[in-house]
């Protein structure tokens, strides 16, 4: 019940084309709901992030829509550039003591020239 | 401001050996977490240190051990090394509190187990 399930595992999409990761979850105490970039050879950095208050959250061209009903969340890269390519991971946390994050399984994303 | 490091960068032992990785926090934040990052996985919570004790643990076994110092900076301390804890051990470190859930990770080491 503590898993995030993302997919998909890899995308290739062209610059200025619109990426799109999905991402759900089964436990309903989860109430942050991060994006993390990892290029290779470092630590994840903080995209954007949401709570589950709202639908959705806009920063420059990262976008999450957030689906409570569906328990379901994504992140969407418009006009996606090369130097987007990168691995993206989805995360949520529960408001234990530790607020620890559960990760998804990651997306390798490579925008063509 | 100062971001999150890590020591080792790389570090490579043999099985039943024991391991130090360092984190220093950023600066600000009060609250540092570890995780382990397998080839082409996600990275899995190890523990939390809040103010010099353990606040949380995932699913390792005690052979994983840490410490969190005055200061706030921490160690992972691994006892007993198996071929599967060759990884990538990430600490983020965060400002402790029941609403606030950003955290800042560092560079990582990486752990060969030969």
């Known amino acids: ?113 | 401001e100062t971001g999150v490091t890590q020591s080792p960068t790389h570090l490579i032992k043999t099985r039943g050996q024991q391991v130090t990785l360092r984190c220093s926090s950023q600066s600000g934040h009060n609250t540092v977490s570890w995780y382990q990052q397998a080839l082409g996985q996600g990275p899995q919570f190890i523990f939390q240190y809040y103010r010099e004790e353990e606040n949380g643990r995932g699913n390792f076994p005690p052979r994983f051990s840490g410490l969190q110092f005055p200061n706030y900076s921490s160690e992972l301390n691994v006892n007993a090394l198996e071929l599967d804890d060759s990884a990538l051990y990430l600490c983020a470190s965060s400002w402790g509190g029941v609403t606030y859930n950003e955290q800042f990770f560092g560079p990582g080491t990486r752990l060969t187990v030969l």
């Open chain 1, 1 to 113: 019940q503590q898993q995030v399930k993302q997919s998909p595992q890899s995308l290739i999409v062209q610059k200025g084309g619109i990426s799109i990761i999905n991402c759900a979850y089964e436990n309903t105490a989860f109430d942050y709901f991060p994006w993390y970039q990892q290029f290779p050879g470092k630590g994840p950095a903080l995209l954007i992030a949401i709570r589950p208050d709202v639908s959705e959250k806009k920063e420059g061209r990262f976008t999450i829509s957030f689906n409570k009903s569906a328990k379901q969340f994504s992140l969407h890269i418009m006009d996606s550039q090369p130097g987007d390519s990168a691995t993206y991971f989805c995360a949520a946390a529960w408001p234990g003591s530790a607020r620890q994050l559960t990760f998804g399984s990651g997306t390798q994303l490579t925008v063509l020239p």
